[in-house]
């Protein structure tokens, strides 16, 4: 049995995409001296400021923030190096005498980091190249259609361009007769490295999409366009961090293929969709408190404390 006192404490705060999670944890650090490590798939890649909602300088002066700009757009960052990185920050931060802080909204980074690492099965070149062949020939969506006939559970958190985790979930599943999901049930039974406070930020879902829509305005007027011209100049638009949310779309509407306005809407859309994955994601962690930012602040506060004082 783990002892829960020798654990270190951990605050994490979830929430979807234009929620105001890294503004939350900011206000947070005025109440304890806490450390904020992004769980955030893409703000790991450098120069890729805008279009990530990267937090800005002034930001990361009033509280340390760490694993931001640690990559550059060519390099691969895995889940697995996520979890190498931040399994140390965590020690650091704590013996420094701070809260370290996760916040993020790659549930996936932040679940591997909490629980550890599923052992699953190892990649299969020739079948990764099979099923990947299959998509080709058989048309846009045919992964996703094949996935949804033997994991469900992972089909209905994977969108159906993620070639990439797609093709990994029905490769687990043919390797092993296994589902990924039932992998990641079970793995939520080991022991917990950390004493965790898991907070998710609640709010409602037509106050989320308008919040998204003016982000993404506010994104192309600070420079959204500017900066991918700029990442069209130094690297090749096929990355995989060059095709996320927002960079996919600018480079259609670059090279000619979208209009603005277009442009503009597919990333509003794409956005909320994105934003409505990860909240089904979410509602699937029976761990984590949902709370009002606004209105439960105090009461997130006290719970801090206990975390600490525990």
Same mark, same amino acid.
Do not use: M, W
């Given at each position: 049995m783990t002892d829960l006192k020798a654990q270190i404490p951990l605050l994490v705060i979830n929430g979807p995409t234009a929620s105001g999670k890294s503004a939350w944890a *900011?206000?947070?650090?005025?109440?304890?001296?806490?450390?904020? *490590?992004?769980?955030?798939?893409?703000?790991v890649y450098r120069q890729m400021d805008i279009g990530t909602a990267k937090v800005t300088c002034d930001e990361q002066k009033k509280v340390p923030h760490h694993l931001i700009d640690i990559v550059n757009p060519d390099q691969a960052f895995s889940v697995a190096d996520f979890v190498a990185s931040a399994h140390p920050l965590v020690e650091q931060i704590h013996r420094r005498g701070r809260l370290p802080c996760v916040v993020g909204g790659t549930g996936l980074y932040i679940q591997a980091l909490v629980g550890g690492l599923a052992k699953v099965p190892t990649g299969d070149d020739k079948l990764r190249a099979e099923l990947h062949r299959?998509?080709?020939?058989?048309?846009?969506?045919?992964?996703?259609?094949?996935?949804?006939?033997?994991?469900?559970?992972?089909?209905?958190? *994977?969108?159906?361009?993620?070639?990439?985790?797609?093709?990994?979930?029905?490769?687990?599943?043919?390797?092993?007769?296994?589902?990924?999901?039932?992998?990641?049930?079970?793995?939520?039974?080991?022991?917990?490295?950390?004493?965790?406070?898991?907070?998710?930020i609640k709010i409602e879902r037509q106050t989320l999409y308008e919040r998204i829509d003016r982000r993404v305005l506010q994104m192309l007027q600070a420079g959204l366009l500017e900066e991918t011209r700029?990442?069209?100049?130094?690297?090749?638009p096929q990355l995989k961090a060059m095709q996320t949310l927002g960079y996919r779309e600018a480079i259609l509407h670059l090279q000619g293929q979208l209009d603005y306005a277009n442009m503009v809407e597919l990333i509003q859309t794409r956005t909320r969709q994105y934003a409505k994955r990860q909240l089904t994601w979410l509602r699937k962690n029976h761990q984590t408190i949902w709370v009002d930012s606004f209105k439960e602040s105090d009461k997130v506060k006290k719970s801090i404390d206990n975390l600490i004082q525990r």
């Open positions: *900011i206000e947070l650090s005025e109440h304890c001296d806490l450390e904020l *490590i992004s769980a955030d798939s893409r703000q299959r998509e080709i020939d058989e048309g846009s969506g045919t992964l996703h259609r094949l996935l949804n006939e033997v994991d469900p559970e992972s089909a209905e958190i *994977i969108h159906p361009r993620n070639l990439i985790r797609l093709i990994r979930a029905l490769e687990v599943f043919y390797l092993s007769d296994r589902k990924l999901s039932d992998f990641k049930q079970e793995h939520r039974f080991s022991d917990q490295r950390y004493r965790t406070l898991d907070l998710t700029s990442l069209l100049e130094r690297y090749d």
